[in-house]
C-alpha cells in the first residue's frame, strides 16, 4: 500500500518556471532511485530526470541545463524544478520511484500532473 502523490503542475507562460513534487506515503522501508517522466499526446512515455538516494542525478539531454531534480529522503519526496520552460515541455508529468516496503522493492507511480507551456 503505497501511493505517490504529485503536485504543483499547471500553466505558464515560454520562459517561465514551474516546481512539481511527489511525496510517497505508506509501509516504506527505504526508496531507491525517484524520478520524473513525462508524456505529451500522441508520445510515448519519456524519463526527464532520475536521482538516487545519495543525490546523484541524470538528466535527459533536451532539459539539462534547465531542469534540476532533488529530494528529501526524510520526506520520501522528490522535486523537479523546470526553468526556461518551452512548449516542446508540454506533457503529463508523472513521478517514479522504487520502493522496498517489508516483502520487497517495487516500482511504483503517481497519477500524472498536467505541464502546460503556453502564451
Known amino acids: 500500500q503505497v501511493q505517490l502523490v504529485e503536485s504543483g503542475g499547471g500553466l505558464v507562460q515560454p520562459g517561465g518556471s514551474l516546481r512539481l513534487s511527489c511525496a510517497a506515503f505508506?509501509?516504506?522501508?527505504?526508496?531507491?532511485?525517484m524520478g520524473w517522466f513525462r508524456q505529451a499526446p500522441g508520445q510515448e512515455r519519456e524519463l526527464v530526470a532520475t536521482?538516487?538516494?545519495?543525490?546523484?542525478?541524470n538528466f535527459k539531454d533536451s532539459v539539462r541545463g534547465r531542469f534540476t531534480i532533488s529530494r528529501d529522503n526524510a520526506k520520501n519526496t522528490v522535486y523537479l524544478q523546470m526553468n526556461t520552460l518551452k512548449p516542446e515541455d508540454t506533457a503529463v508529468y508523472y513521478c517514479?520511484?522504487?520502493?522496498?516496503?517489508?516483502?520487497?522493492?517495487?516500482?511504483?507511480w503517481g497519477q500524472g500532473t498536467q505541464v502546460t507551456v503556453s502564451s
Open positions: 517514479n520511484a522504487d520502493v522496498r516496503t517489508r516483502y520487497e522493492w517495487k516500482t511504483h
Open positions: 505508506g509501509s516504506i522501508f527505504s526508496i531507491g532511485v
Open positions: 536521482v538516487t538516494s545519495a543525490g546523484s542525478a
